[in-house]
């Protein structure tokens, strides 16, 4: 079974910034066969994708909201996963989580929940001054 631990979140003020990590850890794996993405479910709202990147790191996508403030990425020899978040703003509030879905011979990228078997227990983030 694969494990996703959640880090780096926290208490900011808007404008700041932060950087989120999700280690990755389980038997025999290797995290070059999944596809990984970060979520955000903010209170009384649905959980929604972030980014999301292929298991290269060779493409990566994000939602409109966070594009050219957010920056997705991996080290696959570290079995980790990065969230560089610059720009904070009060509505990027909410517990961020990361998921992995495990495939091969794509470079596949997807914010749709509904694509990720596998998510970590999340990391508050909150935005406020």
């Known amino acids: 079974q694969l494990q996703l631990v959640e880090s780096g979140g926290g208490l900011v003020q808007p404008g700041g910034s932060l950087r989120l990590s999700c280690a990755v850890s389980?038997?025999?794996?290797?995290?070059?066969?999944?596809?990984m993405g970060w979520f955000r479910q903010a209170p009384g709202k649905e959980r929604e994708g972030v980014s999301s990147i292929s298991p290269t790191g060779g493409r990566t996508n994000y939602a409109d909201s966070v594009k050219g403030r957010f920056t997705i990425s991996r080290d696959n020899a570290k079995n980790t996963l990065y969230l560089q978040m610059n720009n904070l703003k009060p509505e990027d509030t909410a517990i961020y989580y990361c998921?992995?879905?495990?495939?091969?011979?794509?470079?596949?990228?997807?914010?749709?929940?509904?694509?990720?078997?596998?998510w970590g227990q999340g990391t508050q983030v909150t935005v406020s001054s």
């Open positions: 998921a992995a879905q495990y495939t091969v011979g794509t470079e596949y990228t997807s914010l749709q929940r509904i694509e990720y078997g596998r």
């Open positions: 389980g038997s025999s794996f290797t995290l070059n066969y999944y596809r």
